[in-house]
C-alpha cells in the first residue's frame, strides 16, 4: 500500500526526474498516463477526525476499528499511519491512551518530530470527533487506499510491461493474480462464534433423518455409490482420479461431466490436455445415443431407433452448458486465468482436467524440478477450486507399482505422489483386474472395474464396484460379488 507525506500531494511522482529547462524535452510527447500525473486519492482531513475520535474515546473508537480492519496502510499521510499504529501497539498490551501518554510513546519511539511534535498531537485531540459517523469516514480512508493500491498495481505492472518479460502469460497471470489479491484483499471478513452454525446444522441433521432432505450438498456426478460416499462433489473441493494408462480413466472422468453438464445442464469446464475438444465431443456424442464408437467406419449404417437417438443426442449435447479447453502441454497460469473468466462469463460448476502429468508450470521455483513443478501444479489446481468455489475433478497418472502387485494399485503410486495426496480431498484409484490377465481369461473380461476411494476428506474410503462398457466407453454400477476379494 502507498503512504506519502505532505509534499506527495504538491509533488506527484510523476513530475519527478524532469528537466524543464531542456527544450528538447518539451517538444517530445509525454506518453506518461495523466492518471499517474495527479495526486494519488486521499482524504486527509477525514483521517485527522479519525485519530481525534480514538484519543478522545479509545475503547470504542479503536476498538471499532479493529473491527472494521483499517490497518496502518490506510492511511494516506505517513504521519498518521504512524501515530495509529502507536496507538494500536499500546491498545494492545493494555496501556492508558491519552494525550499525554501518546506523546510520550512516541517519544521513546524517536518518531515523535517526525509526525509533526508535540503541536500536532495536541492539535488533533482538540479537533472535533466523529462521533455518529465514524463508520463511515473510516470506510472512506479504506476506498481512498484501495484506490491507491490499484493506481500502484497497475503503475508497477505498467513499468514491468515496459520491460519486454519474456513470458508474456505469465506476466498477464501475475497481473490478474494482483489485481485479484486487491479484490480479496478488500473482502470484508466477519467472525463468528461457534453457536452461530448451530441452528442451521441441527435443521439439516433432522431433515436427513425424517427423509425430507434426499438431496445432495454438491454437484451430483452419476454415480449413486460415489454421491453417498462423498456427498456430491462440493465447492472447493478437488477430486483425483488415477489410474494407469487403458484403464479407462478418461472415460470414467467424461461420464460424470456428461452427466453434470448433459443430463442435468449445469456449467462445465473441461481442460483436455491430451484429447482434441472434436474427439471429445464424438466420444460423448457415441455414449450418449448408445452407438458403440468401433462401428463408426466407412459404410456405417444405422438402424431406425439408432437414427431417432443419434439425433436426440445431437440436441443434448447442442443445448449442454459444456466448454472444452484442449490446449497442449497447459501452463497452470494459464488455466487459473481461463478458468477465472470462464466463471465470470457463464459461472461454470465444475472444472474438470485430463490430465495433471500433461499440465506444466513455468515459474522459477519449478524449473528443473518435476516434483516441485507437479507439486506446484496440484497446489494451483487445489487454489483454482478455492478461489473460484467449484469442484474440480483432476485425472492423473500411476506409476509402475500397480504391475508389481498384479494390479492393485495404491494412493503411493501416484506419481510425484506427495503433494497431489496433501492437496486432494478424494482420490478415487481405479482399475481393471482382466487388464493384467492373459489368454481366456482375458479374452472373457465383462468390464469389471473397481474405483477404489483411497482418501475421502469428509467420509469413508470404500470401494465402488462398477462395468466399464468398453465400447460405449461407459461406466455403470454394479454389486459386489466375492471374486471381488
Known amino acids: 500500500m502507498i503512504m506519502a507525506d505532505d509534499s506527495a500531494v504538491s509533488s506527484p511522482p510523476a513530475a519527478q526526474g524532469i528537466n524543464l529547462h531542456n527544450s528538447k524535452q518539451k517538444s517530445m510527447k509525454d506518453d506518461t498516463p495523466d492518471a499517474l500525473k495527479r495526486a494519488l486519492p486521499h482524504a486527509v482531513d477525514v483521517e485527522r477526525r479519525l485519530l481525534s475520535s480514538m484519543i478522545y474515546d479509545p475503547r470504542e473508537y479503536l476498538g471499532r476499528a479493529a473491527e472494521l480492519h483499517l490497518h496502518a496502510d490506510h492511511f494516506y499521510k505517513q504521519s498518521h499511519a504512524q501515530i495509529f499504529q502507536v496507538m494500536l501497539d499500546m491498545e494492545d498490551k493494555g496501556e492508558v491512551i491519552d494525550m499525554t501518554l501518546l506523546i510520550q510513546k512516541l517519544s521513546d519511539r524517536d518518531i515523535l518530530e517526525n509526525v509533526g511534535g508535540r503541536a500536532e498531537i495536541a492539535d488533533l485531540a482538540s479537533s472535533e470527533p466523529l462521533h455518529s459517523n465514524f463508520n463511515a469516514y473510516l470506510d472512506l480512508v479504506k476506498d481512498k487506499a484501495l484506490l491507491r493500491k490499484v493506481i500502484h498495481t497497475c503503475s508497477s505492472s505498467i513499468s514491468d510491461a515496459y520491460e519486454d518479460p519474456e513470458v508474456v502469460g505469465e506476466f498477464l497471470d501475475q497481473f490478474e493474480q494482483s489485481v485479484f489479491d486487491i479484490k480479496e484483499d478488500n473482502e470484508t471478513k466477519s467472525d463468528a462464534m461457534a453457536r452461530d452454525f448451530l441452528p442451521e446444522i441441527s435443521d439439516l441433521l433432522e431433515a436427513y433423518a425424517s427423509g425430507e432432505r434426499a438431496g445432495l450438498e454438491g454437484v451430483d456426478t452419476g454415480f ?16 483425483i482420479v488415477a489410474a494407469r494408462p487403458s484403464m479407462g480413466k478418461t472415460s470414467f472422468m467424461m461420464n460424470m461431466v456428461e452427466h453434470v453438464s448433459v443430463t442435468n445442464k449445469i456449467p462445465t469446464l473441461v481442460f483436455s490436455c491430451e484429447m482434441p475438444s472434436k474427439a471429445i465431443v464424438q466420444r460423448l456424442l457415441f455414449t450418449r445415443a448408445g452407438i458403440p464408437m468401433n462401428r463408426l467406419r466407412p459404410g456405417l449404417k ?35 486465468a481461463k478458468a477465472r473468466r470462464k466463471k465470470r462469463e457463464s459461472d461454470i460448476q465444475l472444472i474438470a482436467v485430463d490430465y495433471l502429468q500433461l499440465m506444466r508450470c513455468t515459474s522459477k521455483q519449478a524449473q528443473g524440478s518435476r516434483e516441485r513443478e507437479i507439486a506446484e501444479i496440484s497446489a494451483g489446481l487445489k487454489a483454482v477450486a478455492k478461489e473460484l468455489e467449484v469442484p474440480i475433478i483432476v485425472l492423473a497418472q500411476l506409476n509402475r507399482g500397480p504391475e508389481n502387485r498384479g494390479g492393485t494399485p495404491k494412493m503411493s503410486d501416484l506419481r510425484e505422489s506427495g503433494s497431489i495426496e496433501q492437496d486432494a480431498d478424494m482420490i478415487g484409484l481405479l482399475y481393471r483386474q482382466a487388464y493384467y490377465k492373459e489368454g481366456e481369461e482375458k479374452e472373457e473380461d465383462l468390464g469389471d472395474s473397481e474405483l477404489v476411494l483411497a482418501k475421502n476428506r469428509n467420509g469413508s474410503t470404500e470401494s465402488i464396484y462398477l462395468t466399464f462398457k468398453k465400447e460405449l466407453m461407459q461406466f455403470a454400477h454394479r454389486e459386489y460379488r466375492p471374486e471381488d476379494e
Open 224 to 239: 449413486a455409490k460415489l454421491n453417498a460416499l462423498s456427498n456430491g462433489l462440493k465447492p472447493g473441493e478437488m477430486f
Open 302 to 336: 444405422l438402424t431406425k431407433n439408432e437414427i431417432i437417438d443419434f439425433k436426440q443426442a445431437v440436441e443434448d449435447l447442442s443445448e449442454a452448458p459444456l466448454y472444452i479447453d484442449d490446449t497442449p502441454s497447459l501452463p497452470i497460469s494459464d488455466l487459473r
